[in-house]
């Protein structure tokens, strides 16, 4: 798996959220429905024409708290780094300074992004000595075809 460690400051995305249960791999069918509907209703151009931070592209943003954890579920955003005041319809959520392992995706989605998000969990943790810093992770879409063969994307994992 190629990628590089990056530390950043904290900074501010902004878009819409929905949870998500990690059971039975329904957040596996669920999010991907969730950006089918961003596609048709107009909300991911609305969010490329926000994009005004460094992170280039709509982002996923996974994110898991206290309570949600033993439960299992998760809030999955899908927003743009973005400074400045919040567009009416669409929420903020800061994300917190973090050192970052950055991963190159190459292909279809949603195929390459959760067969990625599956080796960086059962092989690069295991054997790189970083542990999950416990913070959202990231997952970073250009605005390619989705279906394009060698789309590039990424996921930034926060990491200590």
């Known amino acids: 798996m ?6 950043r400051d904290g900074f501010q995305v902004v ?3 929905k949870e998500f249960s990690c059971v039975n791999g329904e957040n596996l069918i669920g999010i991907p429905r969730m950006w ?14 926000l994009n005004n931070g460094q992170i280039k592209g ?4 996974c994110v898991t708290t206290g309570d949600t954890k033993a439960k299992q579920l998760m809030d999955y955003w899908i927003a743009v780094e973005y400074e400045g005041n919040i567009p009416e319809g ?6 917190q300074a973090s050192k970052w392992a950055v991963f190159e ?4 989605m949603p195929d390459a992004m959760q067969k990625a998000w599956k080796q960086i969990f059962s092989e690069w ?18 605005g390619e075809d989705s279906s394009n063969p060698n789309l590039y994307s ?7």
């Open 105 to 108: 995706v190459h292909g279809p």
């Open 125 to 142: 943790f295991p054997s790189s000595g970083y542990q999950h810093a416990g913070t959202p992770d990231l997952e970073v879409y250009t």
């Open 36 to 49: 089918a509907e961003v596609t048709e209703n107009g909300t991911d151009n609305v969010l490329f024409k």
């Open 90 to 95: 669409l929420s903020k959520l800061e994300i």
């Open 58 to 61: 709509v982002l996923g943003v």
């Open 154 to 160: 990424e996921i930034w994992v926060p990491v200590k």
């Open 2 to 7: 190629q990628y590089i460690i990056v530390e």
């Open 15 to 17: 878009g819409i959220k």
